[in-house]
């Protein structure tokens, strides 16, 4: 299923991506209350 691997990938980097913005944001938020 070349299809459904390919949309996982996808999902997966986009997934990864938004993480690592979110992750961000809220570190960032914690650095500033310090």
Do not use: C, Q
């Amino acid at each position: 299923m070349p299809a459904l691997s390919e949309y996982s990938n996808v999902h997966n980097t986009v997934f990864n991506i938004i993480s690592e913005k979110g992750f961000r944001i809220w570190y960032d938020r914690e650095l500033g209350r310090v």
